[in-house]
């Protein structure tokens, strides 16, 4: 894009490089925030499914122990809620899990073992372990929207703007730089012309 190689325009370049380098390190530091941040959740999110799978595995086994495990039926627990807070990270509102409400199927109490109400509870430790999961992995995909953005924040400034308004700035610069040696040359052919014809007018 053209530039005006004016004072003005000059001015204007300065106080945008200025602006740019202000906000730079701001932006570089939230870059830095969320990739940290990514990285913990993502660390929180396996640390839960490793808990989700060894619970899962001691409740399969546990379950085998019964020779009517069939009694068991894969939906007699259902998740009924998820209950999330929200938190501000970087300046992204993220949800973070709060707990989950499940819904029991109904059984004939006098004809299903009692083992299936310790099954439920165990279900249900399985399964609220998963849904946390699920909200860290909800938490990692919005921080990663964020940092897309704020990463093509931080090129577009150190990679195009900060070297663009530096290039205006001696541009505009050398410029004007030129054209005050021409105005001093003009000026000195003046005053000499001026001198020779008011010598000769002298004569």
Do not use: C
């Not at 990514?38 to 999110?45: D, G, H, K, L, V």
């Not at 109400?117 to 399985?126: G, I, Q, R």
């Not at 992995?137 to 093509?152: A, F």
């Amino acid at each position: 894009m053209a530039i005006k190689l004016t004072k003005n325009e000059l001015k204007a370049q300065k106080e945008s490089l200025k602006m740019y380098q202000r906000y730079l390190p701001t932006l570089q530091l939230k870059k830095q925030q969320l990739q940290t941040e990514i990285r913990n959740i993502e660390s929180r999110a396996k640390e839960v499914r490793f808990r989700r799978d060894a619970l899962h595995a001691e409740f399969e086994k546990w379950i085998a122990v019964f020779a009517d495990a069939e009694s068991f039926a894969p939906d007699t627990v259902q998740v009924l809620e998820i209950r999330t807070s929200t938190e501000n990270i970087a300046g992204v509102s993220i949800p973070v899990f709060a707990g989950a409400e499940f819904e029991r199927g109904l059984y004939n109490l006098y004809t299903t073992p009692l083992w299936v109400d310790t099954a439920s509870d165990k279900l249900e430790k399985v399964l609220s372990l998963e849904l946390e999961a699920n909200v860290l992995d909800e938490q990692v995909r919005l921080l990663q929207q964020e940092l897309r953005t704020t990463s093509q924040r931080v090129n577009l400034f150190e990679k195009v703007k900060i070297p663009e308004a530096k290039s205006n700035i001696k541009k505009i610069s050398v410029y004007i730089g030129d054209q005050q040696v021409a105005a001093v040359v003009r000026g000195k052919i003046s005053k000499k012309n001026l001198v020779k014809v008011t010598g000769e007018v002298a004569e």
